[in-house]
C-alpha cells in the first residue's frame, strides 16, 4: 500500500473542500445514526445520569475531535483494548494482552512515560480518576461496568482540570436504570477466565446498581499471569423536580506479573520467553524468574455528585477520595507508594438567549509516601531502602467558555482554564526536598459550521499544558549489576506545553443505508516535552524536558455504518485510522522522529448480522514500521505487522441472553506488541514486547 506522502495536506483539504460536496450528495431521507447507540433504557429522571443521546448532543456542540463508545453491544470485554479498539484518535498498544497495563495514548500525550501513567485524564461519570499529581494506573479500569465512554480528544474535554495535551476519556457509569441484573461469564485461551455477576433497581425517584467482577489470566508469555477483583456501587436519588445526587463507591484489587523486555531477535525465535530462558550472561543479568518484577495495586474509592437548577441554569457540585496502594516492582527497583487523593469540582452551565456559557473550577490535593527500594538480582526481594519520600500534590482549576450561536448554522465558542499546580516533595532520608509551583493558562478559540442536517465543519486553536506526575519528578536508578550503588533524586522540570490548530469535519449520509463519517486534522508545536530515560533492562532511570521542541501533527477519521441486505440482514462496518507524525524540531535528534507511536494505525471491522446473529472479520494492521529510539537506529524499528481476527455473537430474541466466540491473531504472527522507548537504543539490548499469538474466548451473558 502507498500512503500519501503528506496526509495532513489531504485531510484539511479534504475537511474544507471534499465535505460540502459529500453535503449535496446526501438523500432528503430521515437521517439515522449508524453507530446504532441508543438510549440504554435510562429514563429522563434518572438521577445524575445521563444517557448516550444526552451524551451525543452535548459533544456536538463541541468544536473538535470526539468519541462515543456504546458498550451494550460489545461481546468480549477482557481488556481496555476490546472497549476501545476501532477508535480514531485513540492509539491503544498492548504490554502483555492480559490484565496489565496497556498504553494509552491521544495526540502523543504521555507516551514518553514509562510505564504509562500520565497525558490524559481519565473519569467515571464526569468525576476525575487520577491521582492528584496527574497520574493513573490503567490497569484499575473496570470497563465492564461502563454503559458508555465518551473521548473528548485533547483541547476539547470539557473539564476544568482537563489541560493536557490528550484530553479526557470519561467512562459513564452502569446504573439500576439499565439493566435488572446480568450474569457475564468468560474464558480463552492462555488460561483467560473472568466473570461479572451485577444486580440494581430503580423506581421514579431513586435507583441503585452493585456489580462485581474477577478476572485471571496465565498469560501467553511465561511470567505473565494475572487478576483483578472489583467491586462498584452506585446510587441515585431525586428530590422534587430539581435536585438529584449520586454517590459511587468501588474496591480495586490488581494483580501481574510482568515478563519485561527481550532483544528483537527473539521475538521470533521464543514468542513466549522472558530474559532467564536462555543461558547467555544477559539472560543471567536480567533474569525475570529470580527478579520477579510484578505490579500489586489496590484501590478503594468513593465520589458523589449534585445536580440542581433548570435547564437553562444547571450546576454540578462532585467529591471524590480515593486511597492507592501500589507496589511496581521492574527489574532493578521496588516502587512502593501509598497515596490519598481527595477534590472538589464544581461547574455551573446555561444558556441565556443566543449566548450559553460554562463555569468551573476544580481543586484536586493529596500526599504520597514512596520508598525505593534495590530488588534483590537472586530472589527479588528488597534489599537496601535508597529513597524515602513524602510528596505532597495540589492542583487548582478554573475554566470560564462562552458560547454564541451567531446563526443557524454557526456557533463561537471561546474558553480559557486558568491553573495552579504544587509539587511539594519533602526528602525523609536526607533532609530537605524540592518544592515545585506551576501557573498556566489553556486558552481555547473554536467554531462550528453546520451548512445542514448530517454534516459539520469544525476548527478550534488552543494552548494545553501538563505538569509533571511524581514519576517524572522523583526519579530512582538502581543498575542491575551493582544494586548496592542503587540511588534517588528529585528532578526540577519544566511544564510540558503545546499550541495546537485543529480542523475537522463530521456527518451522516444516506438514510437507511446510512454512514457516519468524521475527519479530524491538528498540528501541535510542543515546547519542553517531558521524554523518560531507561536503563539496559528497560526500567526507567529518570525524565527530562526536551528544550529544542518538538511538532506532533496527524490525522483521525473514522467511518462507521450499516448497509441493508433485503431480506438477507444488513452489513455493518467500522473504520479507524490514526495517523501520527511526531518529529524533533531541534537540539540532539533534530529531524528524527519521536519514538513510542506507530506513523499509521488502522482498524477495521465487517460483520453480518441477521436474526441475532452477528458474524465477520476484523483487521490491526499497523502498515509501517516505527522506530523505538529517538535516534531512530533502523535495526531496532517495531516492525510493521497486520492481526486478523473473527467473531461470532448471538443475541436471544427478547435480549435475555447472548453468547459469542472472539478469535484473534488467526494467522499466528510474530510480532511486537509495544517496546521500551530510550534516548539511543541498541540491537543486543532488551527492548520488545512479544505480542500475544493466535487465541481465542467465549463467553456468555444473562440479563434478568
Given amino acids: 500500500m502507498t500512503l500519501p506522502a503528506s496526509p495532513l495536506a489531504l485531510a484539511i483539504a479534504a475537511a474544507l473542500v471534499v465535505t460540502p460536496a459529500l453535503a449535496v450528495a446526501e438523500t ?83 507516551i514518553q512515560s514509562n510505564p504509562v501513567n500520565r497525558g490524559v485524564l481519565l473519569l467515571q461519570d464526569g468525576i476525575p480518576l487520577n491521582e492528584a499529581d496527574g497520574s493513573f494506573v490503567i490497569g484499575l479500569l473496570e470497563q465492564r461496568n461502563a454503559a458508555f465512554i ?87 436519588w431525586r428530590a422534587g423536580d430539581t435536585f438529584s445526587n449520586r454517590t459511587w463507591v468501588s474496591w480495586t484489587d490488581l494483580f501481574f506479573h510482568i515478563p519485561n523486555v527481550v532483544p528483537k531477535d527473539r521475538i521470533h525465535s521464543d514468542p513466549r520467553g522472558v530474559m532467564g530462558d536462555g543461558d547467555t550472561p544477559q539472560d543471567k543479568l536480567a533474569n525475570v524468574y529470580l527478579r520477579d518484577p510484578l505490579r500489586d495495586t489496590r484501590q478503594r474509592r468513593i465520589a458523589n455528585a449534585s445536580e440542581w437548577g433548570a435547564d437553562d441554569s444547571r450546576h ?41 456559557y460554562r ?106 499544558n501538563e505538569v509533571p506526575t511524581w514519576w517524572e519528578i522523583a526519579a530512582a536508578e538502581a543498575p542491575a549489576n551493582n544494586p548496592a550503588a542503587a540511588q534517588a533524586s528529585l528532578l526540577r522540570l519544566r511544564v510540558q506545553s503545546a499550541d495546537t490548530i485543529e ?21 501541535s508545536k510542543v515546547d519542553d516535552e517531558l521524554m523518560s530515560m531507561v536503563d539496559d533492562t528497560g526500567s526507567r532511570t529518570g525524565t527530562y524536558n526536551y528544550a529544542a521542541g518538538t511538532t506532533h501533527q496527524g490525522v483521525e477519521a473514522g467511518l462507521d455504518g450499516r448497509l441493508p441486505l433485503a431480506d438477507a440482514g444488513a452489513l455493518s462496518y467500522l473504520l479507524a485510522w490514526t495517523w501520527s507524525d511526531f518529529t524533533f524540531d531541534g537540539g540532539q535528534f533534530a529531524g528524527n522522529r519521536i519514538a513510542g507511536v506507530p506513523e499509521h494505525m488502522l482498524s477495521a471491522e465487517l460483520l453480518w448480522s441477521a436474526g441475532g446473529w452477528r458474524i465477520g472479520p476484523n483487521v490491526r494492521w499497523l502498515p509501517r514500521d516505527t522506530p523505538t529510539d529517538h ?7 517495531q516492525d510493521g505487522y497486520a492481526l ?53 474466548t467465549v463467553g456468555f451473558t444473562w440479563r434478568f
Fill in 503 to 523: 480542523l475537522g469535519a463530521d456527518g451522516r449520509i444516506g438514510g437507511d443505508g446510512s454512514m457516519n463519517w468524521s475527519l479530524v486534522a491538528y498540528r
Fill in 150 to 236: 465518551s473521548a473528548r480528544r485533547g483541547a476539547n474535554a470539557l473539564s476544568p482540570g482537563a489541560t493536557t495535551l490528550g484530553g479526557e476519556v470519561d467512562f459513564y457509569s452502569l446504573n439500576g436504570a439499565d439493566e435488572r441484573g446480568r450474569l457475564r461469564l468468560e474464558g480463552g485461551s492462555d488460561g483467560r477466565r473472568g466473570g461479572q455477576l451485577a444486580w440494581g433497581g430503580s423506581n421514579e425517584r431513586a435507583d441503585w446498581w452493585l456489580g462485581s467482577s474477577h478476572d485471571e489470566y496465565d498469560g501467553y508469555r511465561h511470567h505473565a499471569d494475572g487478576k483483578r477483583d472489583a467491586v462498584h456501587f452506585n446510587s441515585g
Fill in 359 to 464: 463555569l468551573g473550577a476544580s481543586y484536586t490535593a493529596g500526599t504520597t509516601a514512596r520508598d525505593f527500594y534495590a530488588n534483590n538480582p537472586a530472589n527479588g526481594t528488597r534489599l537496601q531502602r535508597f529513597g524515602h519520600y513524602d510528596l505532597d500534590a495540589s492542583s487548582l482549576d478554573v475554566a470560564a467558555a462562552l458560547g454564541w450561536q451567531a446563526s443557524d448554522g454557526v456557533r463561537l465558542l471561546a474558553e480559557s482554564k486558568w491553573s495552579r499546580a504544587e509539587r511539594n516533595a519533602t526528602d525523609l532520608a536526607n533532609g530537605g526536598g524540592l518544592d515545585q509551583r506551576y501557573t498556566h493558562a489553556s486558552p481555547r478559540i473554536g467554531a462550528i459550521w453546520q451548512p445542514r442536517d448530517g454534516l459539520r465543519l469544525f476548527a478550534n486553536l488552543s494552548r494545553s
Fill in 28 to 110: 432528503a431521507a430521515d437521517a439515522v445514526d449508524l453507530d446504532r447507540i441508543t438510549v440504554l433504557g435510562r429514563r429522563d429522571t434518572t438521577p445524575v445520569a445521563p444517557g448516550v443521546a444526552d451524551e451525543r448532543a452535548r459533544l456536538q456542540r463541541v468544536p473538535g475531535g470526539t468519541n462515543l463508545v456504546d458498550l451494550r453491544k460489545a461481546g468480549r470485554q477482557a481488556t481496555l483494548r476490546d472497549a476501545l479498539d476501532y477508535q480514531p484518535g485513540i492509539v491503544l498498544q498492548e504490554f502483555f494482552g492480559g490484565i496489565d497495563q496497556p498504553r494509552l495514548n491521544i495526540r502523543g500525550s504521555g
Fill in 644 to 696: 486478523l481476527g473473527f467473531r461470532v455473537d448471538y443475541t436471544a430474541a427478547d435480549g435475555r441472553w447472548s453468547v459469542f466466540v472472539h478469535a484473534d491473531n488467526l494467522t499466528d504472527r510474530r510480532y511486537a506488541s509495544s517496546y521500551v522507548i530510550r534516548n539511543v537504543g541498541t540491537l543486543a539490548q532488551p527492548g520488545f514486547l512479544q505480542g500475544v499469538g493466535r487465541n481465542g
Fill in 316 to 356: 454540578t457540585l462532585g467529591l471524590w477520595w480515593q486511597d492507592t496502594e501500589d507496589l511496581f516492582k521492574n527489574p532493578t527497583t521496588h516502587n512502593v507508594s501509598d497515596s490519598d487523593t481527595w477534590g472538589t469540582q464544581y461547574q455551573w452551565r446555561g444558556t441565556h438567549g443566543t449566548l450559553d
Fill in 631 to 637: 535516534a531512530n537506529t533502523r535495526e531496532i524499528y
